[in-house]
Every structure is written in structure tokens, then in C-alpha cells.
């Protein structure tokens, strides 16, 4: 398997709303890859698995970028439009914690974020709506539509560069 491939593969199914096939991809690699016995390599993706299930050319790979790019965009939907930030969630429902809480941290515009989902009813994709955003404790007015919501980028720029920002999304 190629993983480089695979793991693009996973991202356009994400891109065109097929969330369960692309979660599918990406955890079949990491399921993979993080049984030592099969794989053979240390934590992360190579370039491919060959016939045995032995991960190869670990350090030569363009796949880590994709897989790190598939999660944050894609499955956490952490990702920048015409310079705004926009959280657009892509998680199953499996993804959540006990807690129904998933994060991820990011840098947008400078600043450190850590963006995270709570669903307490644990709702799967598709079922769930953005119903409020607040950084650092602090209800932000924000554009929420089509299950996205859009926080202008002055408002993560008037944030203090120096210290991580909590985001939290409220999912219902």
C-alpha cells in the first residue's frame, strides 16, 4: 500500500463529505502502523507497506505532511479562508471522548490555539450542529452557517501572542 496515495485519498473523501470512508482510510493506516509487530517501525506513516504489512522507507515520505494536513483540516476542520479562521468538524462520534470532548492545537495568524469540540450527547457527524464559540472563556460572535463558523481573523490577531487560546465549540 502507498501510503503517501492512501492517505490523499482519505483526505478528498473528506473533502467531499464521505467522513466515515476517509476516517476509515486514515485509522486503517494508523492501525497499522502502530502495531509494531506487523509494521516493524517506530511511531508514524512510511512511504508504503509492502505484502508482509512491514512499514518501509519511514523517513523518506511526503505522507506524515498529508496526515497531519487530513486531521487538522479535514477531521477537525481547523483551516483559514481568505484570512478568517474557520472550525468546520468533521468527527465521529467514536472520535470523542468519554467526556465527548475532542482537541486539536494549531497556530493561525501567530497565535497558538487549541480548538476544542464538545459534544456531550456524543451525536455523530452529520447529525450534529455548531451551536456556540468561545475563546478563553469568552462567547464569541462569529458567523455559523452549513456547520461551519467563521471568527474573523482581528479577532484571533487582537489575541496575546504569547500564550495558548482555548476555542471551544459547543456541538448539539
Not at 56 to 79: C, D, I, N, Q, R
Request: contains cysteine.
Amino acid at each position: 500500500m502507498f501510503s503517501h496515495m492512501a492517505v490523499m485519498y482519505g483526505n478528498a473523501l473528506y473533502k467531499r463529505g464521505f467522513v466515515d470512508a476517509g476516517y476509515e482510510v486514515i485509522n486503517s493506516i494508523y492501525t497499522q502502523c502502530m502495531d509494531f509487530e506487523k509494521s516493524r517501525i517506530y511511531p508514524g506513516i512510511p512511504e508504503y507497506i509492502n505484502e508482509k504489512g512491514r512499514g518501509m522507507y519511514h523517513y523518506l515520505t511526503g505522507s506524515a505532511s498529508w496526515l497531519l494536513l487530513t486531521v487538522l483540516t479535514e477531521m477537525f476542520g481547523v483551516k483559514g479562508e481568505i484570512g478568517d479562521l474557520v472550525l468546520e468538524p468533521k468527527l465521529l462520534d467514536k472520535q470523542f471522548n468519554n467526556e465527548g470532548k475532542a482537541s486539536a492545537t494549531a497556530l493561525f495568524a501567530q497565535r497558538s490555539i487549541r480548538v476544542q469540540y464538545v459534544n456531550k450527547n456524543k451525536v455523530n457527524y452529520g447529525q450534529y450542529k455548531i451551536l456556540s464559540v468561545s475563546i478563553n472563556g469568552n462567547k464569541v460572535d462569529c458567523d455559523l452557517c452549513n456547520n461551519k463558523a467563521v471568527i474573523e481573523r482581528s479577532v484571533i490577531e487582537a489575541l496575546d501572542i504569547d500564550k495558548v487560546h482555548d476555542i471551544v465549540v459547543e456541538l448539539g
